[in-house]
């Protein structure tokens, strides 16, 4: 009878790494309220012990996996603006590279905006207060770029549209969430997102029917 290979002894990073995919996957498939420090140690073929090892509480696991989601989405996302020709192609391919984030990590919208985890974690929450605000700034910067260049409407409120641009993100998720299997994330962005860009652009001068 054929053994099973032996189990690859991980370092210390490399368990907290897997502690913390394993948290987004099953938060993905059972939900965030639901997920419990036995949950993942079973899904990783350790103890319990194994996971408080690296990690204090089940409140410290949760913040680790929101700061892995923060530095992981706005790495994804600078490297998008980095590529864009102008301020608002910037903003197109942060947008899709979202879009592209969220459906390789389903559960993340359900962490962002758990009631049950804020309510434990005031840390969590402060987390989750500053990606807010960094994003819808960095959004904000470059629409205030734009409008320097011409590109957007001059009276445009560059904070408002930010506030827009983030929510149609969140929308989405959950619109398809709701509608699950009738539309795709990808396909509903691909939809959208020409009605913000138009929206937001200087009004042609008077006469221009181009």
Do not use: N
Not at 15 to 40: N, P, W
Not at 130 to 139: D, F, P, Q, R, V
Not at 158 to 181: C, D, E, F, K
């Amino acid at each position: 009878m054929s053994e099973k290979p032996a189990r690859r002894r991980l370092g210390a990073d490399e368990r907290r790494e897997e502690i913390i995919r394993v948290t987004l996957a099953l938060a993905a498939k059972q939900g965030v309220d639901d997920v419990t420090t036995q949950d993942m140690a079973q899904a990783m073929g350790v103890t319990q012990g194994a996971v408080f090892r690296h990690f204090p509480s089940k409140d410290a696991i949760w913040l680790a996996v929101m700061q892995w989601v923060r530095d992981r989405l706005m790495d994804v996302l600078g490297r998008a603006a980095a590529q864009g020709r102008d301020p608002l192609d910037a903003l197109e391919r942060m947008f899709f590279a979202h879009i592209d984030f969220i459906a390789g990590h389903p559960a993340i919208p359900r962490v962002l905006t758990s009631e049950h985890l804020h309510g434990r974690s005031g840390a969590l929450r402060q987390l989750v207060t500053e990606i807010m605000l960094g994003y819808e700034a960095k959004i904000a910067g470059l629409l205030g770029d734009a409008q320097a260049r011409g590109l957007a409407r001059a009276g445009l409120d560059p904070h408002a549209a930010a506030t827009l641009y983030i929510g149609m993100i969140q929308g989405l998720v959950l619109q398809t969430s709701i509608l699950r299997g009738q539309r795709t994330l990808a396909e509903q962005a691909r939809r959208t997102f020409p009605v913000f860009i138009e929206a937001i652009r200087p009004c042609p001068p008077e006469g221009d029917t181009r």
